[in-house]
């Protein structure tokens, strides 16, 4: 890597190989939902991931998160909202971006389409395609916050045996 005037690597810390990630297939209430599961991979800091465990490859988010998705067909994230604006850019497959109080708007992004969902507005994303595919999700902040779920996707993660806790972290129920 390249070395800055001091002679230290000014890379040091900032190289994720995707084949080093780490992915965690529970980092938010929803994935235990049959249609909403799916693997979190966290590249440049922590995001808005629900899961303590899942670290990022690259800690220093200087107000730029960003994780991958990977999902099998027809699997995504349900409605949800942050309070910064969330990217989101297909890299394979065909994506569906959902937005709205009810999910009632939908766009198609094929591979390198690039959308950007305003702060507040609830949103969700599915693979619309017939194979695995990965999905790029960008969050700004160095602390991103918290996602703010629908009532009934907490429901239902809580008839499925996951919960938040009162610092947003998911947790088993039983």
């Known amino acids: 890597m390249a070395d800055d005037k001091s002679g230290a690597c000014v890379l040091d810390g900032r190289l994720a190989h995707f084949s080093d990630l ?17 693997d979190i991979y966290n590249v ?18 200087q107000d730029f998160n960003l994780t991958y998705v990977g999902a099998e067909p027809g699997k995504g994230a349900a409605l949800h909202d942050h309070p ?28 390198f389409d690039v959308v950007s969902v305003p ?6 994303f599915r693979n619309d395609g017939d194979t695995h595919a990965i999905l790029m999700a960008i969050v700004g902040g160095s602390n991103s916050g918290k996602v703010t779920w629908s009532k009934s996707v907490l429901e239902r993660a809580r ?9 947003g972290n998911i947790v088993e129920t039983g």
């Open 22 to 38: 780490t992915k965690s297939p529970q980092a938010f209430v929803d994935t235990r939902l049959p249609e909403h599961a799916r």
């Open 84 to 111: 910064t604006v969330e990217v989101f850019v297909a890299m394979s497959g065909r994506w569906a971006v959902i937005w709205g109080a009810n999910g009632e708007n939908e766009v198609t992004l094929e591979p």
């Open 119 to 124: 702060p507040g507005v609830m949103r969700g």
């Open 159 to 167: 008839a499925s045996g996951l919960d938040l806790d009162d610092d």
């Open 44 to 61: 440049i800091g922590p995001g808005v991931s629900e899961d303590p465990a899942l670290l990022p490859s690259i800690a220093d988010a």
